[in-house]
Nanobody
Framework: QVQLVESGGGLVQAGGSLRLSCLASGLTFSNYAMGWFRQTPGKEREFVAAVSRGGESTYYADSVKGRFTISRDNAKNTVYLQIYNLKPEDTAVYYC?????????????????WGKGTQVTVSS
């Protein structure tokens, strides 16, 4: 059974930093590209960042470029999202997802497995 479990969310002040983690199990982690998405109430889930199977390629949504860094550790079956200079508009539930066939794709339907999310709340 595939499981993706996010952690690291919380309440932070604007300008602060967080590192989100996503631990994968039940799959061969290095065979999957990984992505992070986020969603706020009443809005569609949106792409944030993606990393290729070996970690050599990354891709970011324009809204987070320069502040978010995605990385992975295949030995630990974990993908990370480092967030700097948090803004109130970053408040959302953050989800990690696994893509069996792509590299750094951005569409929700491209991803095969999803975690349950971790809440990030940024106070102004």
């Amino acid at each position: 059974q595939v499981q993706l479990v996010e952690s690291g969310g919380g309440l932070v002040q604007a300008g602060g930093s967080l590192r989100l983690s996503c631990l994968a199990s039940g799959l061969t982690f290095s065979n999957y590209a990984m992505g992070w998405f986020r969603q706020t109430p009443g809005k569609e889930r949106e792409f944030v960042a993606a990393v290729s199977r070996g970690g050599e390629s990354t891709y970011y949504a324009d809204s987070v470029k320069g502040r978010f860094t995605i990385s992975r550790d295949n030995a630990k079956n974990t993908v990370y999202l480092q967030i700097y200079n948090l803004k109130p508009e970053d408040t959302a539930v953050y989800y990690c997802a696994a893509d069996r066939y792509g590299s750094t794709r951005t569409a929700i339907n491209d991803y095969n497995y999803w975690g349950k999310g971790t809440q990030v709340t940024v106070s102004s």
